[in-house]
Structure formats: C-alpha cells, structure tokens
C-alpha cells in the first residue's frame, strides 16, 4: 500500500511501509523521494550528521536541533486515497552522502486507531 508524506501540499515522496509493529503503533520501510523532497532533506541530514552509523558518538547538540527542526516541518502522511493519516513522528534517515542514493528509510509513529484495525484486520 503506497503512502505519501506531504509538507503542506507538496509531495515528499512515498514509501510502502512494508515493515510495522502495530502494537507500537510503528511502520517504515524504503523511502522513494519527490522532487519536493530538496525541501526538507537539510533537516533529515541533520540527524544523519548527529548519529553516524560508522560509530562515532552521537553528537547531542545536533540531535537536538534535527528534533526541532523535523516537528517544526509538520509533515503530513496520506494512504493511497489521500486520506490523512493520524501520525505522532514522521522520521527520514537519510544516508545517501555516506551509503548512496538507496539508503533512504523512513519511520513512522502512527497513532490512529482505524489505520492499524484496517493494516493488520483486528
């Protein structure tokens, strides 16, 4: 099932969300960028930057502005019918300087009831 994340009316990009634990309430899976993705990559840049995955020490400061900055995007999560979905967090790791241009994953916090009765058949 494709769904788009938006910032305000521009699409993001899309990913399938192949991968959840709904008694988290938590889905991710590959993230397909949109051209409006330029937008909001700095931010999600941020925390590639604050937490390196070659295993250096995270840098707090960072990770703090990339919190601030990511909820202050408001970005939006829509089902294939563009019906908005509840979510509490919306998360972009985004790799590709260090990895290339595949390592895009997104992770999702997803707080609305009907989605997971409807995602999981309770």
């Known amino acids: 099932m494709r769904h788009t994340i938006r910032l305000q009316s ?6 399938e969300l192949e991968n959840i634990e709904s008694e988290l309430g938590r889905a991710w899976g590959a993230f ?11 931010v999600f840049r941020l925390f590639a930057q604050a937490v390196p995955r070659d295993g250096s020490p ?5 990770l703090e502005r990339y919190y601030a900055a ?4 408001h970005l939006r ?20 300087v260090e ?3 595949a390592a895009l994953e ?3 916090l997803i707080s609305e009831e009907r989605y997971w009765e409807q995602r999981v058949g309770t």
Do not use: M
């Open 70 to 73: 990511r909820d202050a995007l």
């Open 58 to 62: 995270k840098n707090s400061e960072l």
């Open 106 to 108: 997104v992770d999702v």
């Open 99 to 101: 990895e290339g241009s």
């Open 10 to 15: 521009v699409v993001v990009g899309y990913s």
């Open 32 to 42: 397909r960028p949109a051209l409006g993705y330029e937008l909001v990559q700095p």
């Open 77 to 96: 999560l829509e089902d294939p019918d563009g019906r908005l979905i509840r979510t509490s967090a919306i998360h972009i790791a985004d790799y590709t």
